[in-house]
């Protein structure tokens, strides 16, 4: 079956960088764009960017485009997002998603929860 | 970068229909989809490109597309209904977006 395991909580100081991980099995890794969205303590859904893991490409929201890199490792069907510069008010579980059976996020990572305090 | 707008929140009885609009210009053009998510958990998709609904939805889940508007009602609605619902999109660049959510009481 379809699956994205990310790995657990994180706190990190204000300033530094995080790296979230997701990976994948049971589907084609490749063939499918990997989404990364984030979601505030108590706020809504906001869309980071994706990543063509067959090419590398990506695209980023506005909002992160000087601050987030999306990469993936083929060879683990793994992807990661690494935000930098983290300030307080990036403190959020951030999920991984990607439209598989069905157009849109049909899938979805369990969510990693990054802590920024000092 | 555009916007979806959802009213905030939307109380219904049970066995009620529940309607939850979403605006935003890129709608004219655009799917949209609906996820619901409950505490604690990770969206899941309810209703994907305007009207289909994905296999293991249950039918009371719908979704409709008119001009700038997209709705997903929720017909008979059953107290396991009340959860954060939100639309998304996206435009012809690639952009994603989701819409501002909207809490569903059972009342």
């Known amino acids: 079956q379809v699956q994205l395991v990310q790995s657990g909580a994180e706190v990190k100081k204000p300033g530094a960088s995080v790296k979230v991980s997701c990976k994948t099995s049971?589907?084609?890794?490749?063939?499918?764009?990997m989404h990364w969205v984030r979601q505030a303590p108590g706020q809504g859904l906001e869309w980071m960017g994706w990543?063509?893991?067959?090419?590398?490409?990506?695209n980023y929201a506005l909002n992160f485009l000087h601050r987030v890199t999306l990469t993936r490792d083929t060879s683990i069907r793994t992807a990661y997002m690494e935000l930098t510069g983290l300030r307080p008010d990036d403190t959020a579980v951030y999920f991984c998603?990607?439209?598989?059976?069905?157009?849109?996020?049909?899938?979805w990572g369990q969510g990693k929860l990054v802590t920024v305090s000092s | 970068s555009y916007e979806l707008t959802q009213p905030p929140s939307v109380s219904v009885s049970p066995g009620q229909t529940a309607r939850i609009t979403c605006s935003g210009d890129?709608?004219?053009?655009?799917?949209a989809y609906w996820y619901q998510q409950k505490a604690g958990q990770a969206p899941d998709l309810v209703v994907s490109?305007?009207?289909e609904r994905p296999s293991g939805i249950p039918e009371r889940f719908s979704g409709s597309s008119s001009g700038t508007t997209v709705t997903l009602t929720i017909s008979g609605v059953q107290a396991e209904d009340e959860a954060d619902y939100y639309c998304?999109?996206?435009?012809?660049?690639?952009?994603?977006?989701f819409g501002t959510g909207t809490k569903v009481t059972v009342l």
């Open positions: 998603a990607a439209g598989i059976r069905y157009p849109g996020f049909d899938f």
């Open positions: 049971g589907y084609s890794f490749t063939a499918y764009y």
């Open positions: 990543i063509n893991p067959n090419t590398g490409g990506t």
């Open positions: 890129a709608l004219a053009k655009q799917y």
């Open positions: 490109k305007d009207t």
């Open positions: 998304q999109s996206s435009d012809s660049s690639g952009t994603y977006v």
